[in-house]
Nanobody, 121 residues
Framework: QVQLVESGGGSVQAGGSLRLSCAAS????????MAWFRQAPGKEREGVAA??????PYYANSVRGRFTISQDSEPRLYLQMNGLKPEDTAKYYC?????????????????WGQGTQVTVS
């Protein structure tokens, strides 16, 4: 069973930075593609950044140029968030897609963390 645990959330002023981490365990192979999603109160969950099957990152238009997704071999997933805006306030989730769909379709992601709160004022 894949387990994902996020950390690094917090409160920051507009223009500030945060770095989120996601520790993954229980993988039977290395083919899962990882992603970050977020959900603000009263809004639908949306994809933020992810890796495709070729380990190429892709981003939502709203964060491109400000956020950077990365991963290491542990595996641990990261999201460096710079130039934060109040509209970035949300609970951020790490997710794993065993089929590497290359999309932000949340139904493709079988495994989810519990989320970490990011608040920008």
């Amino acid at each position: 069973q894949v387990q994902l645990v996020e950390s690094g959330g917090g409160s920051v002023q507009a223009g500030g930075s945060l770095r989120l981490s996601c520790a993954a365990s229980g993988y039977t192979d290395s083919t899962h593609c990882m992603a970050w999603f977020r959900q603000a109160p009263g809004k639908e969950r949306e994809g933020v950044a992810a890796f495709d099957r070729g380990s190429k990152p892709y981003y939502a238009n709203s964060v491109r140029g400000r956020f950077t997704i990365s991963q290491d071999s542990e595996p641990r997933l990261y999201l460096q968030m710079n130039g934060l805006k109040p509209e970035d306030t949300a609970k951020y989730y790490c997710a794993a897609d065993p089929r590497c769909s290359g999309t932000f379709d949340s139904f493709q992601f079988d495994f989810w963390g519990q989320g970490t709160q990011v608040t920008v004022s």
